[in-house]
């Protein structure tokens, strides 16, 4: 192989996952509701220094900040997906209390989100659900969480993109060797 082919590779699978480890866009607006109600999860506002009501700005690192009402629940979401969902009671997270974000990015393409398991839930159970593509429902009911304080993370990555059957690859292949070698003879 050629040292520009080589060259051109290694560049082509540094952006692909250079593009893979971002999911949200920086200043992605996110909106967000706890059981229904807009006004039951506060999003910080960095450039305010406070929450207000369902719409978290980005923080200058791009990540996002959401506060329940009460502040016994926390939500921190990271430019890489990463949705930490903190218990702030010490206690348990009693009763259900279902979170949807939204995402105001057209080109977004979520895929299913995943639970870590590092950080196991005690008792209780957290479930997540994709909408639509730029949007989430989790829905954590009687939720308990070791230790007090404590946190569980999940994930939210983009969706794959089909690719083509190894076969159909195989083939066009095949038909390019095939054709390359009538074309020097």
């Not at 866009?25 to 220094?49: C, K, M, R």
């Not at 009671?89 to 870590?116: C, R, W, Y």
């Amino acid at each position: 192989m050629k040292r520009s082919s080589l060259l051109a590779a290694v560049a082509s699978l540094a952006m692909s996952v250079a593009a893979s480890a971002a999911v949200l866009v920086p200043g992605t607006p996110v909106t967000g509701t706890l059981d229904g109600d807009a006004a039951g999860l506060l999003g910080f506002d960095a450039d305010a220094q406070d929450y207000v009501a369902g719409l978290a700005a980005p923080l200058l690192d791009g990540d996002f900040e959401f506060m329940s009402a009460d502040y016994s629940l926390g939500l921190d979401l990271g430019s890489d997906g990463l949705l930490r969902l903190w218990d702030n009671t010490g206690t348990g997270l009693l009763g259900t209390h279902v979170i949807e974000l939204s995402f105001a990015d057209a080109a977004l393409q979520l895929g299913l989100p995943t639970l870590s398991a590092t950080a196991p839930l005690l008792s209780g159970s957290l479930q997540l659900q994709l909408l639509s593509p730029q949007s989430v429902r989790l829905t954590l009911t009687d939720a308990r969480i070791d230790p007090g304080y404590a946190y569980v993370d999940a994930q939210l990555a983009l969706a794959p993109v089909p690719e083509p059957a190894p076969a159909v690859l195989l083939s066009l292949g095949l038909l390019g060797l095939a054709l390359r070698r009538l074309k020097h003879r």
